[in-house]
């Protein structure tokens, strides 16, 4: 069996190493990590943990929160470690819209997260999106945008409306699920989870975040998107082996890192 935990932030790991974190990951047949950039500051440490590691891969991208700090010289370097690291680079992202927290005005994060997208196509890449109270806003600007080019991408963690998701995967989108759907009170998650063809569910851990039980409380790691494995094959009532298999070649079909 193999597995791959397609969102994570290795670089935010504070209760081991990054090398413990990767040891632990092989022993629980993870065999490739996604870490992922969020902010004005990180990209590059993003893109040095997948030079070190062979089985780590990156991304590059200004989360939400950040809009209110990123210039189009973080834009540039987006691009040039694109084009000079290209193969350890798979996707434009952690990028989209968050009212919830309200950290970067509303109109800031549209307009960033606009000129991320278009980058994402400019280099043709696919997109990982954070959108957290923002449905109509998100269904609007991904309709624009899918309208001109074919936009391809997945929206991470996935907690938002059963309308988005429709429009989502009417678009060709995968669904990140994580330890949200062992949460006692995500209902909307797995009802979500229920609704989604497994071949647009992919897993992630978004590590050191959101710890699936029984170890919810305690900092997350890659390999327990094990666990998030046997608890999304169990909902979707597929075997393990099969439900492994299939999300991971979701993964390699929409990230290319084999």
Do not use: W
């Amino acid at each position: 069996m193999k597995l791959i935990d397609t969102h994570c932030h290795l670089n935010s790991l504070k209760s081991r190493t990054v090398e413990e974190a990767l040891r632990l990951a092989k022993e629980n047949h993870v065999t490739e990590i996604i870490t992922i950039a969020t902010s004005v500051d990180d990209q590059n440490e993003a893109l040095n943990l997948a030079q070190t590691h062979q089985e780590v891969f990156a991304t590059q991208g200004v989360h939400p929160h950040e809009a209110v700090k990123f210039t189009n010289d973080i834009l540039d370097l987006m691009k040039k470690n694109f084009i000079k690291f290209q193969k350890k680079i798979l996707a434009i992202g952690e990028i989209g819209l968050d009212y919830y927290y309200d950290f970067s005005p509303r109109k800031n994060q549209i307009e960033v997260f606009e000129k991320q997208l278009q980058l994402a196509l400019d280099l043709n890449l696919p997109v990982v999106i954070h959108s957290r109270d923002a449905d109509n806003d998100m269904m609007d600007v991904i309709k624009n945008f899918s309208n001109a080019r074919k936009l391809i991408g997945v929206f991470h963690s996935y907690s938002s409306g059963l309308k988005l998701a429709q429009k989502a995967l009417e678009q060709g989108f995968y669904l990140g699920y994580n330890g949200m759907i062992t949460f006692n009170k995500a209902d909307n998650v797995r009802e979500i989870l229920a609704i989604t063809p497994i071949q647009n569910i992919l897993l992630e851990t978004d590590a050191p975040y959101l710890a699936p039980v029984p170890h919810r409380g305690k900092e997350n790691a890659p390999h327990l998107v094990q666990v998030v494995a046997q608890k999304a094959a169990e909902l979707k009532k597929i075997p393990l082996e099969d439900f492994a298999k299939i999300t991971y070649e979701n993964a390699n079909r929409l990230f290319s890192f084999i």
